[in-house]
């Protein structure tokens, strides 16, 4: 199984909701990354979790809070955001997790979940 | 600072027909890693080619090869035989840097269409 899955694949959310996006993979990778993406753009770094623990945080705002509960899921739960938060939201990962860094081997990417804040 | 440069925002090829896509970045760094990553339109993103700065030999993936030219600091992308589910955007990235320093630099990316 080579496959990183991603739901909600569409989620329209308001300013006062709360909402989680969720990620996993069973290639048994032990490094997983959020990126947000523009469309047209690179994707931007969020976060990157390695064996479990959260390694990178590329200064996100507080209302993007990152859990990872076990080596297979990422979560990214969502409050209070704003509408220039809406964009494509990237879940990837990666074989090996290096204790506070990225891997430079091949990232596996989900299909992501396309974000709209209103 | 490191960087990655798409010098082609767009691109367009016809179908069976051979394109290049280019590629410069700048590091300090004397060992980094290459990758070219296609995301067609909605569609996942995935890796094409991935290269190792200290390994001469240009990487190669079926129709996919690179000419990545060390002392130019040049990686540019063939698609040999185009075909329609080439169309996507390309990305080029840098993985420069160790330890905590470790970054992976982004191009912005070039679109490419496959006419048929």
């Known amino acids: 199984d080579t496959e990183v899955t991603q739901t909600p694949k569409h989620l329209v959310m308001g300013m006062t909701n709360k909402k989680s996006l969720k990620c996993e993979q069973h290639?048994?990778?032990?490094?997983m990354y959020w990126y947000k993406q523009k469309a047209k753009k690179p994707p931007e770094l969020m976060f990157v979790?390695?064996?479990?623990?959260?390694?990178i945080n590329e200064s996100v705002p507080s209302r993007f809070s990152p859990e990872c509960p076990n080596s297979s899921l990422l979560n990214l739960h969502l409050h209070a955001l704003q509408p220039e938060d809406s964009a494509l939201y990237l879940c990837?990962?990666?074989?090996?997790?290096?204790?506070?860094?990225?891997?430079?081997?091949?990232?596996?990417f989900g299909p992501g979940t396309r974000l709209t804040v209103l | 600072a490191q960087t990655v440069t798409q010098s082609q925002p767009e691109m367009s090829v016809q179908e069976a027909e051979t394109v290049t896509l280019s590629c410069t970045y700048d590091?300090?760094?004397?060992?980094?890693?290459l990758f070219w990553y296609k995301q067609p339109p909605s569609r996942q993103m995935i890796l094409v080619i991935r290269?190792?700065?200290?390994k001469q030999q240009n990487a190669t993936e079926n129709r996919f090869s690179v000419n990545f030219q060390k002392a130019a600091k040049s990686f540019s992308l063939k698609i040999s035989d185009s075909q329609l589910g080439d169309t996507a955007m390309y990305f080029c990235?840098?993985?420069?840097?160790?330890?905590?320093?470790?970054?992976?630099?982004w191009g912005l990316g070039t679109s490419l269409a496959v006419n048929p």
């Open positions: 990837a990962s990666s074989q090996d997790g290096l204790a506070a860094s990225i891997s430079y081997n091949e990232q596996f």
């Open positions: 290639m048994g990778h032990r490094a």
């Open positions: 979790y390695s064996y479990e623990k959260l390694s």
């Open positions: 590091t300090s760094e004397n060992n980094y890693y």
């Open positions: 290269q190792e700065a200290y």
């Open positions: 990235a840098l993985g420069s840097g160790a330890g905590n320093n470790r970054k992976l630099i």
